[in-house]
């Protein structure tokens, strides 16, 4: 797959080839209640999806990602060639993303794409949304844009509403400017500067999950349940706001304590999952400030957060509880483009 990038597999023009990339993200606080109009908070961590695009001189689009799947899309026919029966499925997003800037630019033609993931997929991290996010910025540079970021969000949000139907816009905001955030569907994102860096650790339970179909699980719980679910949204809303006073007071103690308490918010509108739940309490019993499921849930990914002293035994505890541990570091570059001759 990555013969493109080193130059050993011929494509068909070398006329300009371009790169972006973009940080995947965890979310601290608000996942799911942030859809229902509570904020959210989200910071952009140091694992990057690269996208890489040029010129062909037909109209298809080719695309090729670093995780075995490839194969060409020209009108509504997809000619397979790597990945098996999943493989269109999987690289559909990319084309939407890149067909987002070539229809509002008039601009028909063909492209080849190649996507590398350093973001575990399906797994909370906002692979989905830095693949859109990396892809746009790529394809608009291929073809001589100069896009803004607010250009990038919009044509990324748009495509991201092809994966899944209701998204709040968080994981492309947090994708596209990086740094730390704070997220409502109506207000967008107020970028929040000079907040600490957090010692935490991803738990990854290997279990891809599908982000439109909890969102819609919520909704039909807040369905049959208004009065029980709206004060959990109120509730949500409320602990945001003082999560984000933690951070800024740097009272890590009461960060914990408030990711703790929206796992519990998160279980009860049925988001997490026994293997979640084994990952959170391991590492809250070895002394982990506090942990929490990050993202969509039923799978996918966990959060602790740690002291400096206790990131070796959190991570431990999360591989003995039967997750893929992952240190992070939050990274204040959101979306970045270059050109390479
Ligand atoms: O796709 P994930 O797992 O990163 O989760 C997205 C966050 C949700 O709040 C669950 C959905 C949304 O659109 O905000």
């Not at 540079?141 to 509403?161: F, Q, Y």
Request: charged share 20%; hydrophobic share 40%.
């Amino acid at each position: 797959m990555l013969d493109y990038l080193n130059g050993t597999r011929t494509l068909e023009t070398d006329i300009l080839r371009t790169y972006a990339s973009a940080p995947g993200k965890v979310i601290l606080t608000g996942e799911h209640f942030v859809v229902f109009g509570a904020p959210a908070l989200a910071i952009a961590i140091n694992r990057r999806i690269v996208v890489g695009v040029n010129q062909r001189t037909d109209r298809r689009l080719h695309i090729v990602s670093s995780l075995g799947k490839s194969g060409e899309f020209e009108q509504d026919k997809f000619n397979l060639e790597e990945g098996g029966p999943e493989a269109r499925d999987f690289l559909e997003p990319v084309r939407i993303a890149a067909e987002s800037v070539l229809k509002r630019y008039g601009a028909n033609k063909g492209l080849n794409i190649q996507v590398n993931s350093d973001v575990p997929v399906a797994s909370g991290l906002g692979s989905s949304s830095a693949i859109s996010v990396a892809t746009v910025a790529s394809v608009g540079e291929a073809i001589g844009l100069n896009l803004s970021k607010e250009e990038i969000l919009d044509l990324s949000l748009t495509a991201e509403r092809f994966v899944h139907k209701n998204p709040s816009g968080i994981d492309i905001a947090i994708a596209t400017f990086g740094g730390t955030i704070l997220y409502e569907r109506e207000r967008g994102m107020t970028r929040i500067e000079d907040m600490p860096n957090l010692a935490l650790v991803i738990g990854n339970t290997g279990i891809a999950r599908n982000t439109g179909s909890l969102v819609e699980s919520v909704r039909r719980r807040r369905d049959h349940f208004p009065s029980t679910i709206n004060p959990l949204i109120a509730a949500a809303q409320a602990l945001t706001g003082s999560a984000v006073e933690a951070l800024r007071a740097r009272d890590l103690e009461k960060l914990g304590e408030l990711l703790d308490i929206n796992h519990g918010l998160l279980a009860a509108v049925g988001t997490s999952c026994i293997e979640l739940d084994r990952l959170v309490y391991a590492a809250r019993s070895v002394g982990a400030l506090g942990a929490k499921l990050t993202g969509a849930g039923g799978g996918g990914c966990m959060i602790a957060l740690c002291s400096d002293e206790n990131l070796v035994t959190v991570s431990e505890a999360i591989r003995r509880a039967n997750g893929s541990p992952i240190t992070v570091v939050k990274t204040e570059e959101g979306v970045l483009t270059w050109k390479e001759n």
